[in-house]
């Protein structure tokens, strides 16, 4: 059998490349799907590492299927044609992957990325036939098998990379792809080698290059340490990626979850609400929305600070829990709160809901030992019932805004009309800017009577707004405008000015009247206030006896450190301090003693029903006790009959005033009605007052 011999099987790659190769291919393709996730501006280190991991498997099991061959002959390696070897594997490699691994590759991108793997497949096993010295005309005979090897490598590589690409990749599917590729690269090589003649014409002699052995223990050891590494690496990077996705998910949670109460926030709500519409688009029910919004929560922060304010919206994101499933409540932010409903019903259960919302939040909530009395306003808004889902909750806004403006613990279903009426507002709100400048704002003032004798002490200044369209508007519909449009603050300048120069007038007329002003709660935060009010008397050259202000019960009582302070130095200008609509708040008796005022005046309620209401009498009568205890005079406001003028007198109050007596007019108009020539007044008129209160004049 001279002549003729089979090719030596142990010419086929060792088992140490199949196991290198299977690595690299493991590695290789771990590292090409976070290529493909990557950001163009973040892959080229992962392509980069899938190149070094992929070029180092197929040089490896390239070359030491060579060393094979090579050492079974004492062939050495030429050191250029292996430089040529890893460098061919290498561009080959890097080019293939950078193909195949582009975002939506086509076709021919596809193609030419795996035959050029399938290039850098066999690359190693020819340069390395060439530096251990096989003749050209020797590897001229391999190129049928081959461009064999490359299909056979090009296309395990064209299936491998195929299955590892595919979305939710499972581990199993990506080592099948990994060793898909490993038996076609494995297959290939073999292809050449079992093709080369035997024994092998290897020219390179003992001495001329690289030993085969110490090629193949470093292709063995060092491209399983490299991608040893590469794997660590990988595995290493998992973990750090792992924890990112774990944080990235917490803030995700994060930014979905309202810190202080934990209930859902704005943006997850959104979501819920997006969810929904989709659900009424397709015919499955209808939605409603509830925007539940404290009554004066603000003051509760500032008067008994953040701490209990926090304490407070805890109390309330749990009342609401026991009402609705924790994933139909919200907190959109400060005190509002949102319940959502989805049904065949939803707006009639939002209605039904809304009523027990509003019973929940009066219940009194007891933070730090403290009773704090609260209520809620409540907006009910319907999709599709009331227009676009967009529009959802700017509708349930608008229904909450009417409660609130109701007075408060309430609850109001939207309704077109409400848009026009805050539309109103603005427009309201926009003459009242210009009310100031074209002197439509006039100060009416109403008597109030000594209640034993009948005569009149002074005279409260009410403010008028003579608008050129709508005729008189009451003080009851835009001072609120204007303590929230800030505006009070020049409006209350003004009625300051105006009360000292009608005061200075009258006395110029021989009237020296005793006026009272009204004073609002935003006015209190205004530092410079006593000092403007002392500039105004002293301008005027009006005695601070003469001046009272008044200020309403739950204005004084809403921030009690800034009332304390404000009375002190309103008292220290001179003049009196009123505390208005008593018995309308919840004031507390010890604070109220260490306050300098000098007069309550009962609240108009209470006044009211005195004459037929045992309860409202009981209170008339407490009050004025209470007000005796700590000193302080006692009015009675909104007198109406003789009925309740005989009882309050009663019962003790020193002053009175009302309709019975007069309503509030104008200046000149109460010039004659004091001067006894218009003949409306019902009780009797004493200059003697006047005479007392002359003295005091400056
Ligand atoms: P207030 O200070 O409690 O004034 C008493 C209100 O009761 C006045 O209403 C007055 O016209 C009304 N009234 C008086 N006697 C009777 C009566 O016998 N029967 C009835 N039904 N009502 C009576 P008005 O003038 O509409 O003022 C309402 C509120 O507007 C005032 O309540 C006060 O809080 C506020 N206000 C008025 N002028 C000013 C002002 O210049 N500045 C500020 N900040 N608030 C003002
Ligand atoms: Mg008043
Ligand atoms: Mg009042």
């Known amino acids: 059998m001279e002549g003729f011999s089979l090719p030596d099987l142990s010419a086929v790659p060792t088992l140490t490349g199949l196991l290198v190769m299977l690595f690299a291919a493991a590695v290789a393709l771990t590292v090409s799907q976070r290529t493909v996730q990557r950001d163009a501006t973040e892959r080229l280190p992962w392509w980069l590492a899938g190149t070094v991991a992929l070029a180092t498997g197929l040089w490896a099991s390239g070359v030491l299927g060579v060393a094979h061959l090579a050492m079974a002959a004492g062939a050495e390696f030429d050191v250029t044609w292996s430089v040529v070897a890893g460098l061919a594997t290498f561009v080959f490699a890097a080019l293939g992957l950078h193909a195949s691994l582009a975002r939506q590759p086509s076709m021919g991108q596809r193609l030419a990325g795996v035959g050029l793997l399938g290039a850098a497949t066999l690359a190693p096993t020819l340069s390395s036939l060439a530096a251990v010295g096989l003749q050209r005309s020797d590897l001229a005979q391999l190129s049928g098998l081959s461009l064999l090897g490359w299909m056979v490598a090009s296309s395990s590589f064209g299936w491998g990379m195929a299955v590892a690409q595919r979305p939710n990749c499972s581990r199993r599917a990506q080592a099948a792809a990994a060793a898909l590729i490993g038996a076609g690269v494995l297959a290939a090589q073999s292809l050449v080698l079992g093709a080369v003649p035997w024994p092998a014409p290897f020219d390179l002699a003992d001495g001329d290059g690289i030993g085969s052995h110490t090629l193949a223990t470093l292709a063995s050891v060092g491209a399983g340490e490299l991608l040893l590494l590469l794997a660590l690496a990988l595995a290493v990077e998992a973990r750090l990626r792992g924890r990112l996705d774990r944080a990235q998910t917490e803030l995700m949670a994060h930014a979905l979850r309202d810190e202080l109460t934990g209930l859902a926030n704005r943006s997850a709500f959104d979501q819920r609400m997006s969810a929904l519409q989709r659900e009424v688009d397709a015919g499955r029910g209808k939605a409603a929305v509830l925007l539940v919004a404290l009554d004066g929560f603000r003051q509760v922060n500032e008067s008994y600070g953040h701490a209990c304010g926090d304490a407070l919206l805890l109390e309330v994101a749990q009342r609401l829990r026991t009402l609705v499933e924790a994933d139909a409540l919200a907190r959109l932010g400060g005190d509002e709160f949102l319940l959502v409903l989805h049904g065949d019903a939803a707006l009639q259960e939002a209605t039904v809901l809304a009523a027990q919302v509003v019973a929940t939040l009066s219940q009194p909530c007891h933070i730090d030992g403290r009773e704090l ?262 009015v009675a406001e909104g007198v109406e009959t003789e009925a309740q003028f005989n009882i309050l007198r009663q019962l003790g109050c020193d002053e009175l005033q009302g309709f019975l007596f007069a309503k509030p007019m104008s200046a000149r108009a109460l010039g004659l009605w004091a001067a006894g020539d218009d003949g409306t007044r019902a009780v009797q008129f004493s200059e003697s007052l006047f005479q007392e209160s002359r003295s005091l004049a400056l």
């Open 373 to 634: 009395a609260t209520s809620g306003s409540v907006g009910v808004a319907g999709y599709p019932v009331h227009g676009p889902a967009s529009e959802l909750l700017t509708h349930a806004a608008v229904a909450m805004r009417t409660a609130k403006n109701a007075g408060g613990n309430t609850y109001a279903i939207f309704d077109p009309r409400m848009v026009i009426d805050q539309r109103d507002q603005a427009e309201l709100l926009h003459d009242l800017r210009l009310a100031l400048v074209r002197s439509q704002l006039e100060l009416y003032y109403q008597p109030k009577v000594h209640a034993p004798s009948a005569q009149i002490t002074g005279v409260e200044a009410l403010l008028r707004w003579h608008h050129p369209q709508r005729g008189m508007i009451s003080p009851v519909i835009f001072i609120p405008l204007a303590e929230r449009s800030g505006l009070i603050n020049k409006i209350g300048a003004w009625v300051i000015d105006e009360a000292c120069r009608q005061a200075r007038a009258w006395r110029d007329q021989g009237l020296r009247m005793r006026v009272a002003i009204n004073l609002s709660a935003h006015q209190l935060r205004q530092r410079d206030l006593p000092q403007y009010i002392a500039d105004a008397l002293q301008r005027h050259q009006i005695n601070p006896d003469l001046l009272t202000c008044e200020i309403t019960e739950s204005v004084a009582m809403e921030d009690t450190e800034t009332t304390a302070r404000f009375f002190a130095e309103l008292a220290a200008v001179g003049v009196h301090i009123s505390i208005d609509d008593f018995g309308s708040g919840y004031s507390s008796l010890s604070y109220l003693r260490k306050l300098p005022a000098g007069e309550l005046k009962i609240d108009r309620s209470f006044v009211m029903d005195v004459a037929h209401s045992e309860e409202a009498r009981k209170i008339a009568a407490a009050v004025v006790q209470l007000a005796q205890a700590l000193k302080l005079k006692v």
